[in-house]
């Protein structure tokens, strides 16, 4: 048989309400009896009925994660720091990837997993504005991405226009003028999206430095993935396009974009220098190492947790709309100036680097 918070209690010499408020985290339970009611949990292998509990208290510790995708870079490292923010606060994180299917996304916001959990981040793609009213559901949510419903969500972003801006300006810096934009918005997409407000910051870095946009260097990169990367410096150098540097909206156009120059014999950064977005751990193990704009991932899945449970446990409070920090990480792939350095770039402000990590090699 299981044991019990009965059992516990008698393990523990202790009332059956003393264990009751030790695993449901209630504070004002002293340290002493804290410890002596865990080592009555250990000794018996007691697991709470986390369904009981939840009938009871209306919550169930669980928050819901939907993403457009797991298989890219970057949505599988922000649902990783997800759960581990989620974890920290007490809560699980159940997680379902839509592929961008409307269908998908409504199931989302109104499925019967949604009773299984206590709120829901969502980052949707294919929903527009029209379906606003389906954020206002009885269970909080909270958005990540860029899509903008209204302004009775939580919604929590990164700062891509100035993030963009400031990864074009650091190439401008190092001497660049013929920057290629891999992942250029194409006219039919979405106002919002974030190709278009990448392209926004770097055609924007261009014209205050006097340079002007030239629709050759703007490629649309289809998926986004490592195969557009390629097929975009593959479109350059079978055009005759002169650049000397390559800004890509993500890093795996990067990654796809620094294979094609290499292979074409291209060197990097001596002839070309690669500037990728997103910061991701594998930009770090590539030769050379890869520059990118940190759009705060980590902080974005902070965040939006934190306000997510805040909202569950406050609920009325009035929604927020934030837009997190970014830096520019500075590796090889740019030309690196000093050991692995990330510069860190505000709207209107200086430029200031800081020691950053390398990867170790044996």
């Known amino acids: 048989m299981a044991a019990t918070l009965r059992d516990v209690a008698r393990l523990a010499g202790v009332s059956f309400r003393t264990v009751s408020n030790v695993v449901n985290e209630y504070q004002h339970v002293s340290e002493a009896t804290r410890a002596k009611v865990e080592a009555a949990i250990e000794e018996l292998g007691y697991h709470p009925n986390y369904s009981a509990r ?30 581990d923010a989620a974890r920290e606060r007490g809560y699980i994180v159940l997680t379902e990837q839509t592929n961008s299917r409307r269908e998908l996304e409504l199931d989302a916001l109104q499925g019967p997993r949604r009773l299984m959990t206590d709120g829901l981040l969502i980052n949707p793609l294919a929903l527009t504005s029209e379906d606003a009213p389906l954020f206002s559901t ?70 205050a430095h006097g340079i002007a946009p030239d629709p050759a260097l703007e490629l649309p990169a289809g998926t986004w993935r490592r195969a557009d990367g390629a097929a975009g410096v593959r479109r350059l150098l079978d055009n005759g396009v002169a650049f000397d540097a390559v800004f890509a909206a993500t890093d795996m156009l990067a990654l796809g974009a620094m294979h094609e120059l290499q292979v074409s014999g291209v060197t ?45 446990e406050n609920p009325g409070a009035p929604a927020v709309y934030q837009e997190v920090d970014f830096a520019i990480v500075e590796r090889e792939s740019t030309g690196l100036r000093r050991p692995s350095a990330t510069v860190v770039a505000e709207p209107g402000a200086g430029v200031d680097v800081i020691p950053a990590r390398l990867p170790v090699t044996s």
């Open 268 to 312: 990097l950064p001596g002839d070309v220098s690669v500037l990728g977005f997103d910061n991701l751990v594998e930009g770090e193990y590539l030769t050379p190492t890869l520059s990118s704009v940190d759009g705060g991932r980590r902080r974005i899945a902070d965040v939006a947790v934190s306000a997510l449970i805040d909202r569950i």
């Open 54 to 83: 939840s009938l009871r208290l209306g919550r169930s510790k669980i928050l819901g994660l939907a993403v457009p995708t797991l298989t890219q870079g970057y949505f599988a490292e922000l649902t990783s720091e997800i759960i």
């Open 138 to 207: 009885e269970r909080p949510v909270v958005l990540l991405g860029e899509n903008v419903f209204c302004d009775q969500v939580d919604h929590v972003t990164m700062k891509n226009v100035e993030a963009a801006a400031a990864g074009t300006d650091y190439l401008i810096g190092l001497g660049h003028r013929r920057i290629a934009l891999i992942g250029a918005a194409t006219q039919d997409g979405p106002v919002m999206g974030t190709s278009t407000l990448r392209m926004k910051g770097y055609r924007q870095a261009l014209q």
